[in-house]
C-alpha cells in the first residue's frame, strides 16, 4: 500500500495527471499526501480542488498560505483577490460551499507513526517538538473550523510575534502558528522567525539560517516532507524533504515515495509563470 507525498499543485491538474498516471496510482489501494497549496497562480484550481476532494479517504492535503487566501477572500471580508491569483472560477463554482467546507477541514500538520513521516506546508519552529507541534495545529484548526473563521482572517496576517511563548493568547498566538505552518522558511539563530527573505540559502543574508538548520531543534528527529519553497532547492539535511519543485512557475512536480527508499519521481509542468518567490 505504498504512500507518496506530491509538493505544491497551486491549480497545475495536467501535471497531476501525469504524475499519478507516471506511478501508476491505485485508488484502491495507495494513499496520496499533498503538502498543501491545492490551488491558486495556476489554470485549474478549481478542478485541483475538485480532484483531491474527491479522492476522498486515498487523499491527505495539509493546509497552505494559498488555501488560507482562498478561505479569507471566500469571507468576504477585508481580503481581495490579487492580479494574479486564479480563484475566481472556485469562488463562482456552483459547489463552491461544499468545496470551502472541506477545504476548512484539512489539517495543518499530518503526522503517521506508522511509516514514520510527517508533513506541513511550509516548517515548524526550533522551540517545537512533535507534541507541541500537533497541540498547536489542532488549536489554528479549531478555529479555521469554526465561527471564528471571520475574525480570524482579518488578523492573521503580519510578521509579529516572531518568537514562541506559551504564554502567547488570542490572536497573536494563532498568527504565530499560522505563519510557521504556511509561511516558514527562515529563523535567526535565536529561533525567532525571519519571514523577509524568500529566496536560495546561498543568497540568503549571514544572520539567517533555513528552518531545518537551526541548532538543537526540537523536530530533528522526524522525518518531515513539505512544500512552499520553490526556491531551495535540494538538500541533505537528515529528515528534512522539501517536494516543491516550482511546478506553477514552469518547474516539475514532484512525488516522492514515503518508504526506506523514498523513491523520487518528477514531471516536467511545461511553460509556467515567471519565476517567483511568493511560495
Same mark, same amino acid.
Given at each position: 500500500?505504498?504512500?507518496?507525498?506530491?509538493?505544491?499543485?497551486?491549480?497545475?491538474?495536467?501535471?497531476?495527471?501525469?504524475?499519478?498516471?507516471?506511478?501508476?496510482?491505485?485508488?484502491?489501494?495507495?494513499?496520496?499526501?499533498?503538502?498543501?497549496?491545492?490551488?491558486?497562480?495556476?489554470?485549474?484550481?478549481?478542478? /485541483?480542488?475538485?480532484? #483531491?476532494?474527491?479522492?476522498?479517504?486515498?487523499?491527505?492535503?495539509?493546509?497552505?498560505? &494559498?488555501?488560507?487566501?482562498? +478561505?479569507?477572500?471566500?469571507?468576504?471580508?477585508?481580503?481581495?483577490?490579487?492580479?494574479?491569483?486564479? %480563484?475566481?472560477?472556485?469562488?463562482?463554482?456552483?459547489?463552491?460551499?461544499?468545496?470551502?467546507?472541506?477545504?476548512?477541514?484539512?489539517?495543518?500538520?499530518?503526522?503517521?507513526?506508522?511509516?514514520?513521516?510527517?508533513?506541513?506546508?511550509?516548517?515548524?519552529?526550533?522551540?517545537?517538538?512533535?507534541?507541541?507541534?500537533?497541540?498547536?495545529? *489542532?488549536?489554528?484548526?479549531?478555529?479555521?473550523?469554526?465561527?471564528?473563521?471571520? &475574525?480570524?482572517?482579518?488578523? !492573521?496576517?503580519?510578521?509579529?510575534?516572531?518568537?514562541?511563548?506559551?504564554?502567547?493568547?488570542?490572536?497573536?498566538?494563532?498568527?504565530?502558528?499560522?505563519?510557521?505552518? /504556511?509561511? +516558514?522558511?527562515?529563523?535567526?539563530?535565536?529561533?525567532?522567525?525571519?519571514?523577509?527573505?524568500?529566496?536560495?540559502?546561498?543568497?540568503?543574508?549571514?544572520? #539567517? %539560517?533555513?528552518?531545518?538548520?537551526?541548532?538543537?531543534?526540537?523536530?530533528?528527529? %522526524?522525518?518531515?516532507?513539505?512544500?512552499?519553497?520553490?526556491?531551495?532547492?535540494?538538500?541533505?539535511?537528515? *529528515?528534512?524533504?522539501? +517536494?516543491?519543485?516550482?511546478?506553477?512557475?514552469?518547474?516539475?512536480?514532484?512525488? !516522492?515515495?514515503?518508504?526506506?527508499?523514498?523513491?523520487?519521481?518528477?514531471?516536467?509542468?511545461?511553460?509556467? +509563470? /515567471?519565476?517567483?518567490?511568493?511560495?
Amino acid at each position: 500500500m505504498p504512500v507518496w507525498a506530491i509538493g505544491d499543485l497551486q491549480g497545475c491538474l495536467d501535471p497531476l495527471d501525469r504524475l499519478l498516471e507516471h506511478i501508476r496510482f491505485d485508488p484502491a489501494s495507495d494513499t496520496l499526501w499533498f503538502c498543501g497549496d491545492l490551488v491558486n497562480r495556476g489554470p485549474r484550481s478549481l478542478e /485541483t480542488l475538485r480532484r #483531491v476532494r474527491d479522492l476522498g479517504d486515498r487523499a491527505v492535503s495539509v493546509l497552505g498560505n &494559498h488555501d488560507l487566501h482562498l +478561505l479569507a477572500v471566500a469571507t468576504g471580508k477585508q481580503r481581495k483577490l490579487k492580479r494574479k491569483d486564479t %480563484l475566481d472560477d472556485i469562488l463562482a463554482a456552483p459547489d463552491r460551499d461544499e468545496l470551502l467546507e472541506w477545504l476548512r477541514h484539512r489539517p495543518l500538520m499530518h503526522h503517521d507513526p506508522e511509516i514514520g513521516y510527517t508533513m506541513v506546508h511550509a516548517g515548524l519552529p526550533p522551540a517545537w517538538g512533535l507534541e507541541e507541534s500537533l497541540a498547536a495545529a *489542532g488549536e489554528l484548526e479549531s478555529c479555521i473550523r469554526s465561527s471564528a473563521l471571520n &475574525h480570524f482572517v482579518d488578523e !492573521m496576517y503580519g510578521n509579529l510575534p516572531d518568537q514562541w511563548s506559551p504564554e502567547l493568547q488570542g490572536m497573536e498566538r494563532l498568527r504565530y502558528i499560522t505563519n510557521c505552518f /504556511t509561511r +516558514l522558511r527562515y529563523c535567526r539563530s535565536d529561533g525567532r522567525l525571519d519571514l523577509s527573505f524568500k529566496g536560495a540559502p546561498e543568497h540568503a543574508p549571514a544572520d #539567517v %539560517l533555513p528552518w531545518f538548520r537551526v541548532p538543537e531543534r526540537r523536530s530533528a528527529e %522526524l522525518s518531515i516532507v513539505f512544500g512552499h519553497w520553490s526556491t531551495l532547492g535540494p538538500v541533505t539535511d537528515p *529528515g528534512i524533504f522539501p +517536494l516543491d519543485t516550482g511546478c506553477v512557475w514552469g518547474g516539475r512536480l514532484t512525488a !516522492m515515495r514515503l518508504d526506506e527508499n523514498r523513491e523520487t519521481v518528477h514531471t516536467p509542468c511545461g511553460p509556467g +509563470l /515567471t519565476p517567483g518567490l511568493e511560495g
